[in-house]
């Protein structure tokens, strides 16, 4: 079963059997390179973990724990095991990070399990006729479907507890609860932006070479930009502490005292990380002369990066759907055509020997960026829409930037679904997201950068970008792939097909010859009981079914009614 995820983890395997547990993980290593390898245990062998994610919040942690415990590696995330020894259930409100994790614990005999608030780590559960009384847990549903009849996607910002056999939610902030409460608090834009860089600041925690996807839209030009300004001030840091030092000690902190070579952020949010920075990459993707390649090589120059662009042809993407769907384990319309650019591009990452890279999800779900926002009737309406889009993530675009990475061993973070980002930005009046003559999508993050009244800062990024319109990455790759992807599919599905669904989908009907296509794809791969884990993206308030962005009326390359 571990063998099915080891292009997540092709460092290293390890596993750890205590009791009727057994542990397996495939490590892909980024923080405690030489020491953090998993399964973690702790010194009486009573505890055991194995952990997806990142904590950024862990040296923190480790300061704050009441108990003195013995470490034995660098790992971020090692301090699961304290935390739970002396906080047990409520152990993930205290993360800040992403992460999908099974604990075992020997005396007890009990399992506890947790995902991040989000479900930024792919995470599932299984139970099997054939065993009734075993839990199964994996990042991949490919690991479970072999032996279980009976498979969820674990729900995010939730606990599992084998005493009980039950899910909890343990992450609960007013705005998530309470969707109908709508936020009342004015923008503070300067706290906006001060929240995204300390989010971006945070995924900075490496020991290894990392880089961010520029697509040259909003979002992810945002993050490079922030990545970037932050890697120059940590190498100035590191050039001033080496020339009064003669060589600073490995694991610095930008205060002078050596880090112990624990990388990631302190309690004044400085950060720890790999010594000095090389030049940061940014990597983008499109068929040949594709909207987003032409603004990704423009931020990049602004911003001074070292810019890669990789060109795919229609061909190339149409050859490897079958592999994105088996990686993506979605039959989900939108999500396979924005995956397919990002399973090539992560591949050609990793053959740069780059392992993590800052993406720029989530955005669209918290501003209401999708160009179908402005059909929103009004603030509530609004409100309810984006808390319905940040809870469905795991099932769409945190999916899709974790299982395309990941298929070729490279990890995405994404800095505008950090808890405390989240806190700030879902907890503005509603009224400030809407849409309006005076106002394009996501109107107040671009505020928020826009230093036009600041002489004195460095401008974020050009003009024309932080003013441009969304482009759904799937359509700004090249707008001839998805209208290469009908044509194929339309090669592949009769109308007679169409006509006759096969009787193992239920109600769940494909509604066009692509989502037919891409559903025969999927049973290829998987059983039919897997497919309730897929969850459709359909645009709201909007008659179309297609979900692409130039589908919605007010896109500037709409597509035109054919005659």
Partial sequence: MGKAVRHRGPDWSGNWIANDTILVHERLSIVGVDSGAQPLVNEEGTVSLAVNGEIYNHRILRKGLKTPYNFKTHSDCEVIIPLYLEHDLDTPRYLDGMFSWVLHDKVQDRILAARDPIGITTFYMGRSSKTPGAVYFASELKCLHPVCDDIISFPPGHIYDSKTDKLTRYYDPKWLVEPTNIPTTPVDYK??????????????????????????????????????????????????????????????????????????????????????????????????????????????????????????????????????????????????????????????????????????????????????????????????????????????????????????????RVPFLDKAFLNVSMNIDPAEKMITKERIEKYIIRKAFDTTDEPETKPYLPDNILWRQKEQFSDGVGYGWIDALKDQAELNVTDEMMKNPKPEWGTDIPDSKEAYWYRCMFDEHFPPYCAKTVLRWVPTWSNQTDPSGRAIAVHNQKYEATK
């Fill in 191 to 412: 706290l906006l932006r001060t929240s995204l860089e300390n989010s971006v600041r945070k995924r900075l925690m490496a020991e290894v070479p990392y880089g961010v996807l520029l697509s040259g839209g909003l979002d992810s030009s945002l993050v490079a930009s922030i990545a970037q300004r932050e890697t120059l001030r940590l190498n100035e840091l590191a050039k001033k502490r080496s020339s009064s030092t003669n060589g600073a000690a490995n694991g610095f902190e930008p205060d002078g005292h050596a880090a112990g070579h624990l990388v990631g952020i302190d309690d004044s949010n400085e950060l720890a990380t790999v010594q000095v920075l090389p030049q940061l990459n940014t990597f983008s993707i499109g068929l040949e002369g594709s909207p987003d390649g032409i603004a990704a090589k423009q931020v990049a120059d602004f911003l001074g990066t070292k810019h890669h662009t990789f060109t795919f042809t229609i061909e190339d993407g149409l050859n490897a759907l079958s592999d994105v769907i088996y990686h993506l384990e979605s039959f989900d319309v939108t999500t396979i055509r924005a995956s397919t650019p990002m399973f090539l591009l992560s591949r050609k990452i990793k053959a740069m020997g780059v392992k993590m890279v800052l993406s720029g999800e989530g955005s669209d779900e918290i501003f209401g960026g999708y160009l179908y926002f402005h059909n929103a009737p009004d603030k509530g309406a609004l409100h309810e829409e984006l808390i319905n889009r940040v809870n469905n993530l795991h099932l769409s675009d945190c999916l899709r930037a974790n299982k395309s990475t990941s298929a070729w061993g490279v990890e995405a």
